[in-house]
């Protein structure tokens, strides 16, 4: 049997044909089991670097199918934002023209691999019917006081042109572009998403099945962190300074403060200051520089006197403000408690500065010599009454006599901020508000929803929206009053549209509701999500987000959206990520073409660990080929086995080969039931093939045993290798898909092996193997040991001192 790509067209045909994968809102005689891949960007074509999450979790969803479950497996496209609208520029070509037409190409890629899908649960981000109830969703948030207008200090990405969340920023740089990002003062849109932190952060102990990798990013990512906010008095003015620390033991060691840039309260410090200006000009400068040079712990540290002094409340003494390039925005309260002797940065500032540093923490005794700043914990000294003590005990005394004195109180903070949703670009979700100039803020009724995103002719980013050119769109009555009023021009982030996506699955076609309670009810949490890595905080941390918060709304019955995590590595070439302007990209068609859809999956899943990089090798792929072409050998060869009249007792090869099949089918449910081993699953499937063949070429066994192992060879590859799969189950007599065929069970018996081959070691070096009955006793283990010429040659005249022997593992003879 010659595996061709006609195999792949044929079952392909029948697949959609028979709409083996859709399923109806509930079948209760089965257990469910909602499989989900993270839909892509439809921004261009897929390559092999893609197709890894695809073939997973297609993989996946055979595999439960064939073990009896109730297999919802969808697929949808994350059309709008900046990934699409930026190509669409590339290529001078309408954002929503090549959405679709990428969206078409993706189909037909996806579909061509085998990957069997759902297709009418099919949704959609960029179409009316799904933003709709995006829009509804921000309404809901704004109803409750969740999605709110500010001007804050916020990321400007000066290539995209458009805000970005502080989730986007890394190291600095457009997590989109790579550009340096800077940060401007803009009345922006936001979610309260810091409502939500400490449950964000205690429910990652409910998530037992993610990895344990990027619940440690969502909880660095959040930081909590307990201590005290200060207040510190300023000489000669009625309001003071306030200051998040989580050292209040190093309070008497605090010989400066420093602000950031956009602190509040810097326009009142300096408002008399003879040097307002050149403060003025200091402060501009912060605000252009690029955070990525803020991101490295190297980066020169600059700052200038404001002028002012702060009083210190625990010891009454004079300390200058500063402002300073070091202190972040959005953490704390943006003013800092400096202790040059007990904080590096701070040290580095003070030396450069000439600041007073004074050490109240003594560090332990055999503690390595250093320069510089102490940060470890120690003895209190220069402290006052609090001298001597230890430091985690000075913390607690001395944030009880700041609350006792109203100098401070105990605070929980978070690093986490408030998500910034608004984007000055065109291809987004518009923001359902109205500005009217009598009654202010006016949501969109919900009626009036869609706000429909307009036809415009030209999107190029300039920093402002594109929607803010088109008046038909702007100008709008209020639906208040009636007055002349103006839309908001704005467009959300494109990870709102993918935070609450995996309920429109279940009722995509619903034009009344975002989706119907109870069937989102039955159908989530989703049992399984695979992904990448790269999305651990933004779109998986959102998506918790609005989840809890329906949950809190009483919308939805569970609180967290996915019970099982699964993030896959990358596949690699030449080292690097796959990407066109690397030239290092390998397209799907070829293959499809010579080796078929099947080889492909099979070398994906076998080119090693799923969860880990990969590179691509096209030795690999030809080996699978090869492989594949050796399974089928098998079909022929049983077509044509005759073997002679047998005595009717069970030969030792065929109780070998028995033994090999179940052992087989047992080892491989197991890799498919833990983290997804498919690479030794595949290995384990490759030693049946082997094995079947070499019991066939060298001994005689029943055409019973042949066929059960023969068919057992493409059962376990049916999630791997469908097509292949599909055809030899019709050739075998199978009258349906074998998705509808039961996953083959191991049978205890067959599992126990007669014979088993031994280890024996002289004085902890193998000498020799050894095959043993595995229900000999130990002296007979050792007699036939010592019975084999090697061992004899090498124990010569010697006795053993004494023989270990490790159950049906090893014996070793101890001279």
């Known amino acids: 049997m010659q595996y061709t790509k006609d195999i792949d ?99 037909q890629q996806l579909k061509s691999w085998g990957i069997g899908y759902d297709w009418d649960r099919e949704v959609t981000t960029c179409l009316p019917d799904y933003y709709k109830w995006t829009q509804w969703l921000f309404l809901k948030l704004y109803e409750k006081g969740l999605a709110y207008r500010k001007e804050a200090p916020v990321n400007w990405c ?28 803009l009345r922006q849109w ?99 520089q690029p955070l990525s040079t803020r991101s490295v712990d190297n980066f020169e540290k600059k700052g200038i006197f404001s002028g002012r002094y702060a009083i210190n409340p625990m010891n009454g003494k004079k300390i200058p403000v500063w402002i300073a390039n070091y202190i972040l925005t959005g953490y704390g309260t943006g003013a800092i408690m400096c202790v040059p002797a007990h904080d590096s940065r701070d040290y580095e500032f003070a030396k450069k500065y000439d600041l007073e540093i004074i050490e109240v923490i003594k560090k332990p005794k055999n503690s390595p010599d250093s320069e510089g700043a102490w940060e470890g914990d120690g003895f209190l000294v220069n402290s006052s009454d609090f001298d001597n003590l230890p430091c985690e005990d000075a913390k607690e005394e001395i944030a009880s006599y700041m609350e006792a004195n109203d100098i401070g109180k105990r605070e929980v903070n978070f690093k986490l901020r408030d998500w910034l949703v608004s984007r000055q670009r065109y291809w987004g979700a518009p923001i359902p508000i109205i500005y009217c100039p009598d009654c202010g803020e006016v949501p969109v009724p919900w009626q009036d929803l869609p706000v429909l995103l307009p036809e415009v002719q030209e999107f190029l980013p300039t ?8 008046k038909d769109f702007i100008r709008v009555k209020c639906p208040k009053c009636s007055s002349e009023a103006k839309r908001e021009t704005d467009t959300m982030d494109t990870f709102v549209d993918s935070s609450w996506y995996f309920l429109r699955y279940i009722s995509p076609k619903s034009q009344d509701l975002a989706f119907l309670q109870e069937d989102v009810d039955y159908w989530l949490p989703v049992d399984q999500y695979i992904g990448g890595v790269e999305h651990a905080i933004l779109h998986l941390m959102y998506s918790r987000f609005i989840n809890k918060f329906l949950h809190h709304e009483k919308l939805i019955s569970f609180s967290e959206p996915f019970k099982r995590l699964f993030t896959q590595g990358m596949i690699v070439k030449d080292g690097a990520k796959m990407s066109k302007s690397k030239g290092n990209v390998v397209a799907p068609d070829y293959i499809l073409d010579k080796y078929g859809a099947d080889t492909m999956r099979l070398y994906i899943l076998f080119m090693g660990p799923p969860q880990k990089d990969a590179e691509w090798q096209d030795e690999g792929l030809q080996g699978c080929w090869r492989f594949l072409h050796r399974a089928l050998r098998l079909v022929d060869m049983l077509k044509s086995y005759e073997p002679p009249k047998g005595s009717g007792e069970m030969s030792k090869p065929e109780r070998e080969l028995l033994n090999k099949i179940h052992s087989t089918i047992h080892s ?9 081993q498919f690479n030794t699953a595949i290995s384990r499937i490759m030693e049946l093939v082997n094995q079947t063949h070499k019991t066939v070429n060298e001994d005689t066994i029943a055409k019973d045993i042949l ?34 065929r039961p996953w083959p069970k191991a049978i205890g018996k067959y599992l126990v092996s007669e014979e088993v081959e031994i280890a024996v070691l002289i004085n902890g070096k193998v000498r020799d193997k050894l095959m043993i009955k595995t229900d000999w006793s130990q002296k007979e283990v050792e007699e036939k040991a010592l019975s084999q010429e090697k061992i004899k040659q090498a124990v010569s005249s010697s006795q053993p001192k004494k023989i270990i022997y490790i159950d049906k593992k090893i014996v070793n003879i101890v001279l």
């Not at 920093?463 to 088109?470: D, E």
């Not at 376990?716 to 019709?730: M, R, W, Y």
């Open 9 to 107: 067209v044929k079952w392909q045909k029948y697949w959609q044909e028979n709409r083996l994968f859709n399923v109806g809102i509930k079948q209760r005689s089965k257990p469910k089991y909602y499989c989900l891949v993270m839909f892509p960007y439809p921004s261009s074509e897929l390559h092999v670097g893609h197709a890894r999450n695809y073939i997973i979790g297609d993989a996946v969803a055979r595999y439960k199918k064939m073990c009896g479950f109730y297999v919802l497996n969808p697929m949808g496209w994350d059309a709008f934002g900046l990934p699409a609208e930026n190509q669409a520029i590339k290529h001078k070509i309408h954002p929503r023209d090549w959405t679709l037409k990428n969206i078409k190409r993706i189909t």
């Open 158 to 185: 000066d290539s995209c042109k458009t805000v970005l969340a502080n989730e986007q920023v890394i190291e600095g740089r457009c997590e989109r572009c790579n550009f340096e990002v800077i940060q401007k003062n």
């Open 190 to 288: 936001f979610f309260k998403i810091t409502d939500y932190a400490s449950k964000l952060l205690d429910d990652l102990d409910l998530l037992e099945d993610w990895p344990q990798r990027v619940k440690t990013m969502q909880d660095n990512w959040i930081g909590r962190s307990y201590g005290v906010n200060i207040h510190f008095p300023l000489e000669g003015l009625d309001f003071g300074l306030d200051c998040f620390t989580t050292r209040v033991d190093t309070i008497f060691g605090a010989t400066f403060i420093a602000l950031n840039w956009a602190h509040p309260k810097i326009p009142a410090l300096i408002s008399d200051s003879p040097d307002k200006d050149k403060i003025h000009g200091f402060v501009k400068e912060l605000e252009s």
């Open 463 to 470: 920093g402002q929206s594109p929607l803010t050119y088109i």
């Open 668 to 676: 491989v449910t197991k890799d498919l039931e833990g983290n997804f």
């Open 707 to 740: 066929h059960q192992a023969v068919e057992t060879v493409f059962l376990l590859l049916a999630p791997f290798t469908p097509h292949v799969s599909e055809e030899v189950n019709q050739i075998l007599g199978g009258t349906s898909s074998v998705l509808q």
